[in-house]
Nanobody, 123 residues
Framework: QVQLVESGGGMVQAGGSLRLSCAAS????????MGWFRQAPGKEREFVSA????????YYTGSVRGRFTISRDNAKNTVYLQMNSLKPEDTAVYYC????????????????WGQGTQVTVSL
């Protein structure tokens, strides 16, 4: 049984930082592209970032580039999202997901999902 479990969400003031973690179990972690998506109330789930299985390639949506950093530790079956200079518009539920193949920017191509972790950024 594949499980992705996110942690690290919380409440922070604008300009602050959070580090999200996503631990995978029940799956061979290495072949998967790992992604982070977020969903704010009343909005569609949107791509935030993804990282190749080797960790050599990282992808970001424009609104977070330069502020967020994705990384992975295949030995620990864990992917991270370091979020700096947080803004109120970053407030959302953040999900990690695993993608064996397909468009990494589309949530429809991801095979497994975590339950999500809430990030709230206040002024």
């Amino acid at each position: 049984q594949v499980q992705l479990v996110e942690s690290g969400g919380g409440m922070v003031q604008a300009g602050g930082s959070l580090r999200l973690s996503c631990a995978a179990s029940g799956v061979t972690f290495r072949p998967y592209v790992m992604g982070w998506f977020r969903q704010a109330p009343g909005k569609e789930r949107e791509f935030v970032s993804a990282i190749s299985w080797s960790g050599d390639y990282a992808y970001y949506t424009g609104s977070v580039r330069g502020r967020f950093t994705i990384s992975r530790d295949n030995a620990k079956n864990t992917v991270y999202l370091q979020m700096n200079s947080l803004k109120p518009e970053d407030t959302a539920v953040y999900y990690c997901a695993a993608n064996r193949g397909g468009n990494i920017y589309s949530y429809t191509t991801y095979d497994y999902w975590g339950q999500g972790t809430q990030v709230t950024v206040s002024l």
